[in-house]
């Protein structure tokens, strides 16, 4: 089944007000494989040009997700509020931007400078963009529509390495001017689609207090969804160097195997959100993961961590889409966008959180300690998930809409 097959997933035609799903897949796509393509390059750009030792690198990294964690929620209600087409399209042209800062950045403050523009690039494109595609999609359909959809997300974040290496052969400079091209072609197919219908009942855009922006109902599906990205930045962070350490090999497939076991996961398991609710797929796939990070953690031969590897890969792959559909169970369906924008804020958070933090537990306990934290991580965050199902008990609910969306998430 392919990801335009929904009700609201086809182009649309004149007089229509389908979101164009595809063109939007394909542009959160090029963004994403830009920012992926820096997260190959930047490190060692930033050594050899700016003479920056690992945290200079480290730094450089992480800015870009925390300007993208403080960037979502906004998009997100942006998205809501009836303006995806124009901050989408802002996203990109802000990639773009970035990628042209880190071609010409005269030292390392530029070179931040243009990270956080690269990161509000990539909040605004695909927070903005999932509101629109959520457009018209039943309750029911919610879970597995995020779940596919953040294929584009992820497909770019998995190939932008690659973008990068193909790119490298041409010199450092090509891989800038590639990832300058991937933004602008983002910004181009915004352009070709037509504009976003308005509804009735959308929220006004700017914000009128605090929870206009961080809804009550996304930050403990946020929490949880955070906690699991801890695994995953410890394994980003921490898997190759752990085995090449232990002198089995193995260390060159670690990260494929990861990302294969996540991608397919995704792409067949997003409909058993919908199926079998978003918080009883977490309590699976989180015990998945855990199990998966103890593995890697017992032993840094391959015979056991790439196992573990690929159960982490298949455990955080359904957290994001049964996160959606927890988030809006509790939030309800008006403002999809700047719920799910805060909740996704979570996942860049915690892997902003992981890197350093599994740095320094390795650097001063020991590598599997380091993974033995995150899957205790992946522990707190079933306990979360359990206090979310608690919750989530039948209860009178104002609207329709909402009852099914809870009756969808749960």
Request: charged fraction near 10%; charge should be positive.
């Amino acid at each position: 089944m392919e990801i335009n097959e929904v009700p609201t997933r086809q182009e649309p035609a004149a007089g229509t007000t389908g979101p164009p799903v595809r063109r939007l897949w394909s542009a959160v796509l090029c963004g994403y494989l830009a920012f992926g393509a820096t997260l190959q390059a930047l490190p060692g750009y930033v050594i050899e040009r700016f003479t920056g030792g690992t945290v200079a690198a480290g730094w450089a990294v992480g800015i870009a997700f925390a300007a993208t964690a403080l960037g979502r929620p906004w998009a997100g209600r942006a998205g809501d509020a009836g303006r995806s087409r124009p901050v989408v399209l802002a996203g990109g042209l802000l990639i773009a931007l970035g990628a042209l800062g880190h071609l010409l950045a005269p030292d390392l403050a530029v070179l931040l400078l243009a990270r956080v523009v690269m990161g509000a690039g990539e909040a605004a494109v695909f927070s903005a963009a999932l509101p629109w595609v959520l457009t018209g999609t039943p309750p029911e359909r919610r879970g597995r529509v995020a779940g596919w959809f953040g294929l584009s997300m992820w497909g770019g974040l998995a190939a932008g390495p690659l973008v990068a290496i193909a790119a490298g052969s041409g010199g450092p400079r090509a891989v800038w001017w590639t990832v300058l091209g991937l933004g602008l072609a983002c910004a181009l197919l915004v352009v070709t689609t037509g504009p976003q219908p308005v509804h009735e009942d959308r929220p006004a855009f700017r914000p009128r207090g605090v929870r206009d922006l961080v809804p009550a109902g996304a930050v403990l599906p946020g929490l949880g969804l955070g906690l699991s990205a801890y695994g995953y930045g410890t394994v980003t962070t921490l898997l190759v160097l752990y085995l090449t350490s232990g002198g089995h090999g193995g260390q060159n497939a670690a990260l494929a195997v990861f990302a294969g076991a996540f991608l397919v996961t995704r792409w067949l398991g997003s409909p058993r959100v919908d199926r079998h609710g978003g918080t009883r797929v977490a309590l699976v796939v989180l015990t998945i993961e855990s199990a998966g990070l103890l593995l890697v953690a017992r032993s840094p031969d391959p015979v056991t961590a790439l196992p573990g590897a690929a159960l982490v890969g298949v455990g955080l792959s359904l957290m994001f889409p049964a996160t959606v559909a927890m988030t809006l169970a509790r939030s309800g369906p008006v403002r999809p966008g700047v719920s799910v924008g805060l909740t996704t804020s979570f996942w860049d958070l915690g892997i902003l959180v992981a890197g350093p933090t599994a740095g320094l537990i390795s650097a001063h306990v020991g590598d599997r300690a380091a993974f033995l934290t995150a899957a205790a991580a992946a522990a707190l965050a079933l306990v979360v998930t359990f206090a979310l199902r608690r919750e989530a008990a039948p209860r009178k609910i104002g609207c329709g809409a909402c009852a099914s969306g809870l009756r969808s998430g749960t």
